[in-house]
């Protein structure tokens, strides 16, 4: 989504949306309201905040420090500072310059419910471990990756995973949506999960 940067003087602080509700993204998620209250609340009573990053990079460091965040009537409104790195440096010229102009967020699924008659996933709980400069605001890569991890742990993958797993897997978007509206990944199957790590988007 558009990040909204706005540069509050020379100190490299700015004001931007980290991701606004009622919106369906590119991977057919909505943002519900309310769906960020208690993450939010959860950094405040732990005296964190969510990390600042560029393109979801966990394995680099930040790229700044964000202070506050909040729920507004329009999404995820948050405060944050670049740091004064190469990095950080860097972005901050490029925000001015609207050449860098999205963010992105990193969560956990708490609570989702799959909307049938809309074919969206709503997202009614979300815990938001990181914001993101981004250039491209969905990354399919990473949700390859992290429904690859549920299966090495013989884990189920979530109702959103496998709905894009299955349009990957070359279905229409209304036969994944009917099949995701029936799936149940915290009921047990009798699936032999082993069984389908021989066939290759999954090795």
Known sequence: MDCQ?????????FTAYGNVKN????????????CYTKSIND????????SLLWSH???????????????????????GKLSKTAAGS????????????KFSIGYNVIQEKMNREKQVNELHEIDVK????VNFA????????SIKSHFDEGEFP?????????????????????????YKPSIKSSLDLSSLKKYSMFN
């Open 158 to 182: 979530t109702v959103r995973e496998l709905e894009r797993l299955l349009r990957e897997g070359g279905l229409s978007r209304k036969q994944a949506m009917m099949i995701c509206s029936v």
């Open 90 to 101: 860097d972005l901050y010229v490029l925000a001015k310059d609207d050449a860098i102009n």
């Open 23 to 34: 919106v369906v993204d590119k991977a057919l998620d909505v943002a519900m309201d309310g």
């Open 57 to 79: 990079d966990a394995y680099s460091m930040p790229v700044g420090k964000i202070h506050r965040i909040e729920e507004d009537s329009k999404g995820l409104f948050f405060e």
């Open 138 to 145: 969905c990354n399919d890569e990473s949700t390859l990756q």
């Open 130 to 133: 990181e914001i993101s400069f």
């Open 43 to 50: 950094h405040k009573d732990n005296g964190t905040t969510p």
């Open 5 to 13: 940067f706005k540069s509050q003087g020379d100190d490299m602080s």
